[in-house]
């Protein structure tokens, strides 16, 4: 190539065009003023290549002034970075030019879709609403595995959106490309006959461990979203009346042992999701009939607290488009999904060992619409419905509705909004289950956001009431869960048998300065007594009073070697709403990267410095006194570009005057022999020594008979994680995933309260001279599943699926030992499933 050719590749212009002007060379770049750019509508649309040989592009003009944001903000580019963007009545185009000297040195690691691994990456950022607080983006790395995900409340990310696009990659001698074709009826705006589109650009350079964009995005300021160019020129858009459909097919075979020999059973299985563009912003997404047995299982554990274990959503139609459904502080407080197709919760009156007692109750179908209107208000309503499930003639889930609606209106272009929420929960019972579940739920409420001070200062608070109603034996049990603990002795609140509703209300407030380098601010949280969500949403325990002030070091630049250091401080304090106080905690965290990638970070806190009451820990019995607890957590993470990274965290924590004691460490190790296969093995070894557990209520809560036992827990625990990744190609993956887990408890020293409010631990106990249950457990479970996925069209996957579990915890109990507990694991009888899933995408 001659030296004019080579300049004429090299030529970068600014984004306007009527003017250029080349930089200094391939490897740097100057900031450079511009106007605000302009997409150039295209006369005929691109060969999607990676290659910018085609006409159009030869018309567009570049947009330069990428600036380093990663580790540095606003500093000088290590290599330069240009882009064009392009539209024509069906697509948006972008092409991005990423220039290195040593394009040997790219990163391109294979891997399934929405998997970021330590690649070079290229991400074009859309806010085509142009509200300032949403965007689509869309991601791919120089081996073409692309990413996509929805931003949300200007920082927040769902990774689960997924979109149907193309993009094509190139590396040469220059550096590499990306050249993306966004369909238009993918992205979400407003009719209207010109359009201004929010719009950003990012570059990660992974050997450097850098990341570049245009324009600046300034880790000092709050949100991404709002950083975003203001991009015009985009006329005559059209609003299509989009539609998808993906029905399914699948075939299951399952077999499981049972007490009379093993059973098998076979099912075949039809379904559909379906999304359509009612609008060119409103959108209803519906499901019939759905499966989710592709998804990886739950991790294992074993829960011994009074409180209910929460599990993270991983069903790909209720991940997607949750951020539009979040209210307040706790996005789950209100609405968690997993309660939609839950566990039966009534599998326990199953007494049949024979019995084939399901995972999951039915979902017979769901339907969403989302949506932003042109006045600034964003919609979301929910509606499932779940069959009944019985096994034999017995009911132990009832066919149950679930709706929710929520809608936020912004102002000042998004720096402040009002929204309001309401959800409710309807059951189908008949009288044989009616004393134990609630038959209705209601939740409303209102919340606000305001910035200001250009966005340093943000202000929050949040508003909601809740209604459940059943028959007294429903409510009745409502009262003693652990969410509420009416019977408790000493609280001033009593069980009202005859009550068939509970009402009660939430309230959280917080100001906080969200920018530069000193951030931090204070949060309250109010819960009275009844307030009760957990038909639809998750709350782990009502009357409770939150009041938490922290402060932040947030420095924008590197200290002394290290990168993206960070310091935080933070005291919170708990009490019941009549001012019992019920927890407190003082707490140091301390994280930094190094120029590699390596990050370490170190959490030290005490728990209870003050005089603290659990009023949990009894399980409905008296308040008991906490001592202090000391903890500190470690986590150590090497350059996760190595072929072999490990990493290890640990925690130690004393408690209990010396009594109590954990340490846990988890070694973790990922290994990469390839580009396209990456394996990782893990595990986690747990000792505990807790003088204070629970072990029973033996007589009548709130009897003076009543004896409340606790005693001192030995317990050993070690599981591994285990997975594999296989990728031919992008859109052709294989995964393993094995996890066995085993944990084993004894009991010893028991004891009962006798002074439970007493400074003294000693004195907050005696020693029980009656016959107490037997406690000891030995819990053993493996999981496992191998997942064969093949995009073979667009959006059109064919899923091959086994998975495998296995229980045991009928001996050795109170005994760890670990080749014996998991000889005996894996010697125990499975229950496998295999399926076959198709799905074909049918657009336009």
Known sequence: MNAKKIAAVLSLSVATAASAQAPRSVLTQTPITVVPPTAVRAARPPVIDGNDTDAMWQSVPRITGFRLFDPTEDADLPFATEARISYDDANLYVFIRAFDPQPDSILALLSRRDVKTASDQLKIMIDSYHDRRTGYEFAVNPAGVKRDIYTFDDSQEDLSWDAVWDVATRIDSLGWTAEFRIPLSQLRYASAAEHQF??????DIARRNERVSWPLLRRSKPGIASQFADVGGFVGLSSPRRIEISPYALTRNQSALRAAGYTRTEQATMGADIKYGITSNLTLDATVNPDFGQVEADPATLNLTAFETFLAEQRPFFLEGTGIFQFGDDPTSIFYSRRIGRAPQLS???TDENADVPGASRILGAGKLTGRLSDGTSLGVLGAFTERTNVGSTTIEPATSYGMARATRDFREGESALGVVATTVHRSLDPSID?????????????????FANG????????????????????????????????????GIAVDTSRTSLSGSSLFLAANKVSGLLRG????????????????????????????????????????????????????????????????TWEAFLSAYTASGARMSIDSWVDNPLATYCDRCARGGPALRYSPAYNTLVNLNANPRLRISPSFA?????????????????????????????????????????????LA???????????????????????????????????????????????????TSVREISAARAASYDARFRAFTGSAPDGDFNEKSFNASAVLRWEYRPASTLFLVWTQSRDQGDRDFGNFTAVRDYRNLFAARPDNVFLIKASYWVGR
């Open 650 to 694: 640990a925690i130690y924590t004393i408690a209990d005057e010396g009594n109590s004691s954990l340490w846990r460490v988890r070694p973790y190790v990922t290994f990469r022999p390839s580009t396209r296969v990456s394996a990782e093995l893990g595990t986690r070894f747990q000792r505990n020594h807790d003088n204070t557990q629970y």
């Open 456 to 491: 340093m200062i943000s202000l929050r608070g949040s508003l909601a009431t809740s209604t459940v109603r059943g028959t007294t034996s429903a409510i009745t049990r409502t009262q003693r869960s652990s969410t509420h603990t009416y019977q408790r002795p000493d609280d």
């Open 697 to 747: 209520t033996l007589g009548t809560v709130g009897a003076d008979s009543t004896h409340y036992l606790f005693g001192h827990l030995d317990q050993d625990l070690l599981s591994f994680t285990s997975r594999l990744d296989v990728t031919l190609r992008p859109t052709i993956s294989m995964q393993l995933y094995a996890e066995p887990f085993v944990t084993a408890g004894r009991y």
């Open 435 to 451: 004393s134990y579940l609630r038959r209705d739920a209601f939740t409303a409420g209102i919340d606000g956001r305001h910035r």
């Open 521 to 584: 601010g204070l949060n309250y949280t109010y819960l009275t007594p009844g307030y009760e969500t957990n038909d639809l949403g998750f709350l782990s325990r009502a009357d409770l009073q939150t009041l938490q002030a922290n402060a932040q070091l947030v420095p924008s630049k590197p200290w002394r070697g290290l990168r993206n250091p960070s310091a935080a401080l933070f005291i919170t304090e708990q009490r019941t709403a009549a001012g019992l106080r019920n927890g407190s």
């Open 198 to 203: 929010g719009i950003m650009i990012v570059r």
């Open 348 to 350: 326990g009156l199953v």
